[in-house]
Structures are given as C-alpha cells and as structure tokens.
C-alpha cells in the first residue's frame, strides 16, 4: 500500500510540475542562450573570421559538462559583477565597493533564485531576463551604430590584421565564441515543463526563441563589425575593463558547449539508429550526422587551441583579484 501510495504521489508531483506553454520555454530557451556574455563578443569573433567566413554516456558528457555549467557561470557572475558596478559607480564615482564585492552581491541572488523548486518557477524572472537582454542587444547595436557614424568611415579597414599565424590563430579563437553564444545545454530539461502537446509546444518555443536570438545577435554582430572593422574589442562595451574575458567565453565555447550540444547530440542520434518513414531522407540523415558531429569535433580543437594561445599572450594583463 505504502508502494503504491508512494508512486500515486509522485505522478501527481509530476503532473502539477509540468504544465508550462510554450511561451514559458520560450522564455528559459532564450534566457539560457542568449546572455550580456554571449552578445558581447561576437563582433570581434566575426572580424576574426572576416565577412566571407546509457551510463557510459553519463561519464562520456560530464566532463564537458562541467566545463560548461562552470565556464557559464564564471562568465556571468563577471559580467553581472561588471554591469552592477558600472551603475554603482554612475551614481557613486568615489565609492569603494569593488567588483569583488558585487560577484558576491550577484552570487547571494542567485543562491536565493536556486531555491525554487523547479525550472518553470522561473518563467516570469525568465520573461524578465529576456526582456532585458533584448533591451541590452538594442542598446549595444545602438551605441555601435552611434559610434560608427563619429567615425571617420575612410579610416576603417575590414581586412584581416595581423601575420598568417596571427590570422589563424583569431579564426580559430573566434570559432569557440560562436559556440559558446549559441550553446544551450538545457533543453532536455526545458521540454521536461512543457505540457502536452510537448513536441509541438517545445517546437514553438524553440522558433520563438531561435528568432529574437538569431535577429539580436547578428545584427549586434554585423553593426559592430561595421562600426569598428578589424579594430573592434574583443568585448564590445567594455574590452578595458576585462582583457581577459573575450578568451575565457573561447575555451569555454570550444571545451563546453560544442562538444555538447553539437557533437553528442548527432552522435546520440547515431547510435539510437532511429529511422524516419521517408526512406530517402533517413538514407541523408546518417551522413549529415557524421559530418555534423566530425566537424563540430574540429571546431572544439581548434577553438581550443585558439583560445589557449590568446590566453598564453594575454595572461600578462591578468591580476587575480584585481579590481577590473
């Protein structure tokens, strides 16, 4: 009895827990992708590439796992940190509380929202974030635009700086941003919220998300890339104030979120050996797998080594504890 009251009891934990809608995944797809620490990089990864550019897999993922969820964090505990100083110091120009101090006060926060019972307890601080990443998107291709037209056009060059080595080295580093701003290791657990019809509804999300994602980062791309040529930071609001963190989103691109989410995937399929009912595109299926999941494993070494090498020139500027 005691058994069966047990399982009763957890089907109905089940059922109240998911009953999300689209718009709510929507809203957590968007927010775990599409981050101040995703956006602010990609104008200087595409003047890098140019304009023209069962239990065993448990332990074969948590590696990488890892790296992401560690790399994530890291990366927007910094950016927080930053944001919330930058505005501390607008009002306060003489006050002494240091970046430290606000990683701390953003940590607090989050250690406050993980004590929500599940994903979909987040929906409306999820509909916030997205929101408010729109408005920062917005407003950084504005502030490029603005400063792109003070600038003398004649003097910004587009062509690739640097020697062949220097040259490579970029595309390689810029190859781990890209993966690290379009990974999103949570949509398992994003789809797990979503009541039925959960396909259909996962699929809205997916596009609804995909689109205000791939509309705000291109055009942040494009217009920073523009304003600045060649010459654009590696983060585009405040390279001085973090030398670093163009290199730490790389490594974590290229170690975390590639072999995740674009390599085990296609190899999960692989190995599933599922079968589509049209016999010509299940015939397609398997190939483009193959080189889904070969050329996403070369662009986790070479983003790899990219992001190590800029590290290796950079670590001069690196003060650990240092107030940026």
Not at 289 to 300: G, K, P
Request: charged residues 10%; aromatic residues 14%.
């Amino acid at each position: 009895m005691g058994s069966t009251h047990d399982s009763e009891e957890s089907v109905s934990e089940e059922a109240v827990s998911v009953k999300g809608t689209w718009k709510h995944a929507a809203f957590h797809v968007a927010t775990t992708i599409a981050t101040p620490a995703a956006y602010a990089p990609l104008p200087f990864a595409l003047a890098s590439l140019g304009w023209p550019l069962g239990f065993w897999g448990y332990w074969s993922v948590a590696f990488f796992q890892q790296v992401a969820s560690l790399g994530n964090n890291i990366a927007i505990q910094i950016a927080a940190g930053s944001s919330l100083k930058a505005i501390y110091k607008n009002y306060h120009e003489n006050g002494t509380l240091t970046l430290q101090h606000f990683v701390i006060f953003f940590g607090i926060f989050e250690l406050l929202l993980s004590q929500l019972p599940d994903i979909h307890s987040l929906r409306w601080v999820n509909a916030v974030c997205t929101f408010c990443t729109i408005g920062f998107a917005g407003t950084t291709i504005g502030v490029t635009i603005y400063n792109g037209k003070k600038i003398d056009r004649t003097s910004v060059s587009y062509s690739l700086q640097g020697s062949s080595a220097s040259k490579t080295f970029k595309a390689f580093n810029a190859l781990g941003t890209i993966a690290f701003s379009f990974g999103d290791a949570m949509l398992p657990e994003i789809q797990n919220t979503v009541k039925e019809p959960a396909k259909r509804n996962m699929h809205k999300s997916i596009s609804a998300a995909y689109s205000v994602i791939i509309l705000t980062y291109w055009q942040l791309a494009f217009s920073g890339y523009w304003a600045f040529g060649s010459e654009v930071p590696s983060l585009a609001l405040q390279y001085k104030t973090m030398p670093f963190f163009g290199d730490f989103v790389s490594i974590c691109g290229a170690i975390g979120f590639t072999p995740l989410d674009f390599v085990f995937p296609a190899l999960a399929y692989l190995k599933a050996g599922r079968t589509v009912n049209n016999s010509k595109l299940s015939q397609l299926m398997q190939p483009l797998n193959i080189l889904i999941a070969t050329w996403f494993s070369i662009v986790a070494i070479l983003g790899c080594i990219g992001a190590v090498r800029f590290i290796v020139e950079d670590i001069k500027n690196y003060k650990f504890f240092h107030d940026m």
